[in-house]
């Protein structure tokens, strides 16, 4: 088990494991439409497929929130 | 600038905080914020911003008040009900701060009256409840190079991001709207009042400390809370270089209205 | 031993009543300050936690006072002693509360702190070799030791516009210190009569030089005198309102050689007709007593004779030596009760020798001497039992080193990480560094000198360095000469930490291998020794990119990456004109390498860093403090845009620099260059006071031109005031705001308040805003309070 950090908190993972896998794994509601910050650089949603993952990366992922009425 | 005798008390507060003080008070009551939307965001910042004796309050909304909003929208009252809620709020602002000027736009904000209406103030507010109209507001604000401050609520959730020219905007995150209704909005999927509230004040906060220098502001970083958890957070941003507004290639270089209709303005 | 100042009862009692009114915050921490640092007391860069200095002329310390200082800093809750350049011992790490009790510790065994920091005479400086070198003219240290009781003991000795340093030396050959010192006394006998060469003006900081010499002979017995003249001479013309231009350089500078040198001449001659009493120092000073050591039969390792032949020389005394016993960077940690254990027990055995067997070097060791051949086998034993490394080659042991960033504000590199790869990597060379006895390897973590790198053969100081990315460096001197022709190492280049230790191996091994053709290393240095350093320099050049070598860009002992953010500026002694004219510099060297780049990423980086450095250049001169890279930015729009100084359009850019400093500055070349010349003009524009001629202020204009009272235009220092009685908390202090509000920094505000309440919260709100509470009286039922605001 390898550990990284998503939004801000410890997960072990088990490599080889994409930026899409992790998105499955953590069960995000809508994976189209998450923004994903890796290592404090924005990932373009057509690399998430390809961008693998490695030993201490830190990762967000912000959600759209389109409310305030 | 003087002060009269009820100024000193009304904003005594203020003035006793050493990063704010006389000076800070000034700069308050010469400033000029245009807040989008008087909905649920809207309400808080408009009513702190008044009582804090903002000089100028832009307020630009289409709508009128309807019996769904009154659960958060607390800037109007019951027998506002069918006014326009630019004409409510402003009623409001009014009875709390005679200082403040409040200029009211019963419109809705577009790629065509954006830029006008922009133009005449310090500072914007998102309190808008859409995807399109939050895109427009960051790429007339980063094309104009004003600063603003991005708020958005979903059930639980709020999240805010303050721009300045050179700072990541909105879209530097998130690239571009979502197709329509791929996302829920809050009158879809329903919000906590109270979160319009904390999102709100936040939002006023950040004016005040543009508007005086205090602190640091939520450039380069954006605050996401959960209510549930009340788990607060901050994720540093960096100006994307690849941002189709702000990026080193921009492809916006003028405000066109996103395609999809606004979603659901109408429905509460 | 210099005998106390009479006065120095009074002064620790002084002291201990401002420590109690600071803590009690009756006093502002300047206040505290100015009474503080001339005291010897510094505090450390970790707020709260004090140092005091203890003044050791000439390094001289009995054995028995050292002892008592271990004692005295245990038991007063300090980890570590620190010996200094300047020949001194710091006992560290105090709480401010043990202070007092130190000082009168102190007092008990006949030290002082007296005049260890601050605008004062320092601790006098004498060449660790005097009184024993058999090439020298004569001691030079009694008289060190006498004019140090005298100058101490003057009031006016702690008044002086800045630091002055005074340094002997006992040889005309090996003039050392005392020709980069304020003053420096170079020993001579001249038809018999001893007396001294004199030199002025000499100093390593800001606009370094050597001293210019002012007199060729004076007789000893006008030692005193001239000190004196130069002492009331600097306090005469010394700069009071710029204090880094302050320095007795400085007045040399401003008035020329000539006339400096013919106004201190007239100051002596008119003392002379004043003073006719002679400077007579005890002829008997450091007499070696009669001992009575019987040597013990020891069995001693193969590494003795090593250490005979690198550590011990003989003196001019027939049979007694003198050794060098090193400490790293000066430490002695109190708390390892192993080594205190051990270094008490070679205290004990030198004491047998007299009271004159220690002396601190400027070199932050420990001389022995006085010590006679038959002790030498048991000494070396409890040396070794100390040091288990003592017989290594000198130059291993004796780099010298500042702290460096990992403790100072200033630092740029980590100077001692540094001194330990070059140890590390001299060890694993097989140079033979037993002809390299006498190298000195000297290390600043920044451009000011406190590593002394400008009096090394091989110097070096901390600079900022960049290919794509900043990684460490440091600027490469080379071959000062401290013997008869005093001058300082000059710059040679730039190159990487990490190549640093290479680089002193492979320039070293080209000495020894040539060295038959050369009188001295120095000499190698300034010639052959050069053309190979520049050489070396040139294929050390170019530094791996990040990608394959991240070793670059880490300092030595670092464990995160090389980065600009967290330097600070200066408290003490840090050259502020160094620090503009290093971002001066940039700009003018970053502005060339912009004309030929034609990389888009690379200029637009540049660009940055003009934008930078115009921004932080003339921060210095406001007070203030960048904590970080933004900060230099939001310091520079509050202090010099939202003023006036630099024109409000270069708001925008600036901002810009401090938001993104990925943005497509190319867009905004030309901005960016009219900001570097607004600056530099601006700074052409500086008095010595840091003021800006030529300059509307903005600030002032708008608060002058409204409604002007004609009371104020008629009495302008009339005080303003304003009656708060019957006005309840906090709306007393929020109107003492409105009035403080529009008033020039400087101008006084009287109030009147209420008792209770009010009296007990306004003043101390108004001091916690930075005002002064200059005067607080009762009068009847109300009290009156001045102010002065900040």
């Not at chain 2, 929208?73 to 009875?95: C, L, M, R, Y």
């Not at chain 3, 201990?16 to 921490?29: H, P, R, T």
């Not at chain 3, 520049?534 to 990456?561: H, I, R, S």
């Not at chain 3, 002032?700 to 009272?709: G, I, M, R, S, W």
Request: aromatic content about 10%; hydrophobic content about 40%.
């Amino acid at each position: 088990m390898s550990k990284i950090k998503v939004n801000d908190e410890s997960q072990e993972v088990t490599f080889p494991l994409t930026v899409t896998g992790l998105i499955k794994l953590n069960n995000v509601l809508q994976p189209d439409m998450v923004s994903v910050q890796l290592n404090g650089e924005f990932l373009e949603r057509q690399d998430f497929e390809t961008t693998e993952l490695k030993e201490g990366d830190e990762i967000d992922f912000l959600y759209f929130m389109g409310g305030g009425c | 600038m003087d002060f009269t005798g009820e100024q000193i008390e009304r904003y005594s507060r203020h003035i006793l905080l050493q990063d704010i003080g006389v000076e800070g008070q000034e700069k308050i009551l010469n400033g000029k914020v245009l807040v989008i939307g008087a909905g649920g965001l809207g309400a808080p910042i408009l009513l702190y911003l008044a009582a804090a004796g903002v000089g100028t309050l832009g307020v630009i909304d289409g709508d009128v008040v309807d019996l769904s909003n009154l659960q958060r929208q607390v800037i109007h009252f019951t027998p506002d009900v069918g006014k326009p809620k630019v004409e409510s709020a402003k009623e409001k602002i009014n009875q709390i701060n005679p200082d403040v000027k409040v200029v009211t736009y019963h419109e809705f904000f577009t790629a065509e009256n954006a830029f006008d209406i922009i133009q005449d103030y310090d500072f914007i507010v998102d309190g808008t409840d859409n995807f399109p109209v939050k895109f427009l507001i960051n790429d007339a604000c980063v094309l104009a190079g004003k600063p603003f401050s991005h708020g958005g609520i979903l059930r639980f959730d709020g999240q805010t991001l303050t721009h300045l020219p050179g700072t990541a905007c909105y879209r530097c995150a998130f690239h571009s709207p979502p197709p329509p209704n791929a996302v829920p909005t809050c009158s879809q999927a329903g919000v906590l009042g109270a979160i319009a509230g904390m999102l709100g004040t936040i939002q006023a906060a950040e004016v005040l400390k543009y508007l005086t220098g205090a602190g640091d502001l939520l450039t380069n970083r954006l605050l996401t809370f959960n209510a549930k958890t009340m788990n607060f957070r901050t994720v540093n941003l960096k100006p994307n270089k690849k941002c189709p507004v702000c990026g080193e290639h921009p492809t916006i270089t003028e405000l066109v209205e996103s395609e999809q209709a606004v979603c659901e303005l109408k429905s509460k | 031993m210099y005998k106390l100042p009479e006065t120095l009862e009074a002064d620790i009692e002084k002291f201990a009543s401002l420590v109690k009114d600071y803590q009690e915050k009756k006093i502002e921490s300047v206040q505290f300050k100015a009474f503080r640092v001339p005291m010897g007391i510094y505090e450390q860069r970790q707020d709260d936690v004090y140092m005091s200095r203890v003044r050791t002329t000439g390094g001289v310390i009995y054995p028995k006072q050292l002892l008592e200082i271990i004692e005295i800093a245990r038991r007063h809750r300090s980890n570590l002693l620190h010996i200094t350049t300047r020949q001194e011992i710091q006992i560290q790490n105090l709480d401010l509360d043990e202070v007092e009790l130190v000082l009168h510790d102190l007092q008990k065994i006949g030290l002082s702190t007296k005049g260890g920091g601050g605008n004062t005479i320092r601790n006098i400086i004498v060449s660790e070799f005097s009184g024993i070198d058999s090439s020298e003219q004569f001691d030079a240290t009694p008289y060190a030791m006498d004019l140090t009781t005298l100058l101490i003991a003057e009031a006016d000795s702690y008044l002086l516009p800045r630091k002055m340093k005074i340094a002997f030396s006992s040889n005309d050959k090996q003039i050392g210190y005392a020709a980069v010192n304020d003053i420096g006394f170079v020993a001579k006998v001249k038809d018999g009569e001893k007396g001294f060469l004199v030199y002025a003006g000499g100093g390593a900081g800001a606009k370094p030089t050597t001293g210019w010499k002012l007199f060729d002979f004076i007789p000893a017995t006008d030692l005193y005198i001239l000190a004196e003249s130069l002492k009331k001479f600097f306090s005469d013309y010394g700069n009071r309102k710029n204090r880094h231009k302050a320095r007795l350089r400085f007045v040399f500078y401003k008035l020329g050689e000539q006339e400096t040198i013919r106004l201190i001449q007239e100051y002596y001659y008119n003392l002379k007709k004043e003073i006719t009493e002679p400077f007579l120092v005890d002829p008997d000073f450091d007499k070696r007593p009669t001992i009575a050591y019987q040597p013990v039969a020891q069995t001693l390792d193969q590494n003795y004779p090593l250490w005979l032949k690198r550590y011990v020389s003989p003196q001019k005394q027939d049979k007694y030596n003198t050794i060098l016993v090193p400490f790293l960077l000066g430490n002695i940690p109190v708390d390892d009760e192993d080594f205190v254990q051990k270094f008490q027990k070679l205290l004990h055995f030198v004491d047998k020798f007299g009271d004159y067997t220690l002396r601190f070097t400027t070199t932050q060791s420990i001389r022995l001497r006085n010590i006679p051949d038959e002790a030498l086998p048991e000494l070396y034993l409890v040396l070794s039992d100390l040091f288990p490394d003592i017989y290594l080659p000198t130059l291993i042991n004796n780099i010298v080193s500042c702290t460096g960033a990992d403790t100072c504000r200033l630092g740029i590199g980590l100077s001692k990480g540094l001194a330990k790869a070059i140890r590390k990597e001299l060890v694993k060379s097989n140079l033979d560094l037993d002809k390299l006895q006498e190298t000195r390897i000297h290390i600043s973590g920044c451009p000011n000198s406190c590593g002394q790198q400008l009096w090394a053969d091989i110097g070096f100081s901390g600079k900022i360095l960049r290919n794509d990315r900043v990684y460490p460096g440091y600027q490469v001197y080379l071959g000062a000469n401290r013997d008869q022709s005093p001058k300082f190492a000059e710059a040679v280049g730039n190159i990487s930490s990490r190549d640093i230790p290479q680089f002193v191996v492979k320039l070293l091994d080209s000495y020894l291998q040539t060295q038959e053709k050369y009188q001295s290393l120095q000499q190698f240095l300034l010639t052959e020794g050069k053309e190979i350093a520049q050489l070396l320099l040139a294929d050390f050049k170019a530094v791996p990119p990040f990608e394959d070598d991240k070793n670059y860009y880490f300092d030595w002992g670092a464990e995160t990456l090389f980065s600009i953010v967290n330097r600070g500026t200066a408290e003490c002694s840090a050259g502020l004109f160094d620090m503009i004219d290093v971002d001066q510099n940039i700009i003018n060297s970053t502005k060339a390498v912009l004309e030929k780049e034609t990389d888009t990423a690379r200029r637009n980086l540049l660009l940055y860093e003009i934008l930078f450095s115009a921004s932080r250049m003339l921060l210095v001169t406001r007070g203030v403090e960048p904590k970080n890279t933004e900060d230099v930015f939001s310091l520079f729009l509050k202090s010099f845009i939202d003023f006036g100084f630099v024109d409000e359009k270069f708001r925008q850019i600036v901002t810009i620099g401090r938001e993104n400093k990925d943005f497509n500055f190319e867009t905004k070349k030309d901005e960016i260059y009219a900001l570097s010349d607004a600056v530099t003009e601006l700074y052409k524009n500086m008095d010595d006071s840091l003021q800006f001629k030529n300059v509307q202020l903005k600030v002032k204009v708008e608060e002058q031109a409204p409604t002007v009272d004609a009371r104020e235009v008629m009495k302008p220092n009339e005080p303003k005031f304003k009656d708060l009685r019957g006005v309840a908390c906090p709306m007393n202090f929020v109107q003492t705001k409105i009035q403080l509000s529009p008033m020039q920094s400087g101008e006084i505000l009287e109030i009147w308040l209420d008792d209770g309440q009010p009296i007990n919260n306004v003043p101390g709100s108004v001091r916690g805003e930075g005002h002064q509470v200059v005067e607080q009286v009762q009068v009847g039922d109300y009290w009156k309070v001045v102010i002065k605001k900040k």
